[in-house]
DNA sequence: TTATATTTGTTGCGTATTCAACAATTACAA
DNA sequence: TTGTAATTGTTGAATACGCAACAAATATAA
C-alpha cells in the first residue's frame, strides 16, 4: 500500500485550518480583556441574533449538545454575560437572555472575529473563498 | 450597524465542517472496535509515518502542545498502543515508538479516516476540492 | 384520564485543550 | 568552566466536548 500522506488530508487540512483561526480567535479576544472564549463567543452570536431562546436552541444553533451548553451558560452567567429566566409556558425550560453587559460585548467581540476571518483569509480571492465555502457547506451537508 | 451573519461565516462554516468531519471519524473507529480517538488517530498518524520520534516532535506535527501530547501518549501507553523508550543521547526526551498493536491498527484506522473523508467530499468535484485546500493551506499559512 | 413516550436541562465520566509553572537536562556564552 | 538560556516533559487549573443516565415536565396515545 502507498504511503497515505495523512498530515495533507482534507481532514487534516480543515482541522488545523480551524483551531488556527481559533487561536487567533482567542489572542484578539484575549488583548482586548474581553472575557469570552471563542466558544463562548460561538454561543453568544447566536444570543446576540437570537436573544432569549432555550438552551435546547442554543444547542442546535452551536451545534453542539445540551449538556455543553449547560456548561457554557453556567460560566456565562457567572461572568455576569448572560442570566436564565423562567420560560412562561414551559417548566422544563430557560429562556437565555443577554444583559446589558452581553450586549455591550458584541461590538468589540464581533471586531475580534472580523479579524480573525480577514486574517486568515489574506491574498485569497473572492472566487476561491466562495468555492471554499461551498465545498465547506457541503461537508456539512453530507454529514448532518 | 448591518447585522453581521456569525453563522455563515467563514469561521464558523469551517468549525462546524471540521466538527462533523471529527465525529464521522469517531464514529467509525468506534463501530469497528478501534480503542483510538480521533485526537489519538492524529498522533498514531503521525507515528505511522515517523515511528519513534519525540514528544516535541509529535506536538509540532500535530500542531498541539506538549501537555496535550503527553496526556495523550499516557493513553495511548495505557491501550498498548505505543511506548515510551529511552532517548540513547538526550536523557530529558523519550523516544515514541508503536507496538505490534499500535502497528497492527493502522491498515483499518486509515481506512476509517478515509471513509470519513470520502462521506464529506461527496459530490464535491476534484477542481472544486483543489481551491477549497489551497484556500486552508493559505489560511493556515496566515495564521502561523 | 391515564399510561407511555418525548423533551429539557443537569450531572458524571473520560478525554481534549491551552496556559502557566516547574524540574531535569542540555546548549551556549562569557 | 561556569553561569545563564533554552529545551523537554510533567503537572495543575480552567474550559470544552460527547456520551449516557437521570429527574422533571410536557406531549401523546389508548
Known sequence: MAIYEYDKSYGRTLGIAYTQVYRRLAKYLKERDIPVTPDQFRVLTHLWQNDSCSQQHLAEGTNRDRANVTRIIDILERE??????????????????????GKAIEAEAAECGR?????SLEGVTPEELEVCMRVLRKTIQNLT
Not at 115 to 119: L, M, N, W
Open 115 to 119: 479579524q480573525a476571518i480577514q486574517d
Open 80 to 101: 455576569g454575560i448572560v442570566e436564565r429566566q423562567p420560560h412562561e409556558s414551559d417548566r422544563r425550560a430557560f429562556r437565555i437572555v443577554l444583559t446589558e453587559k
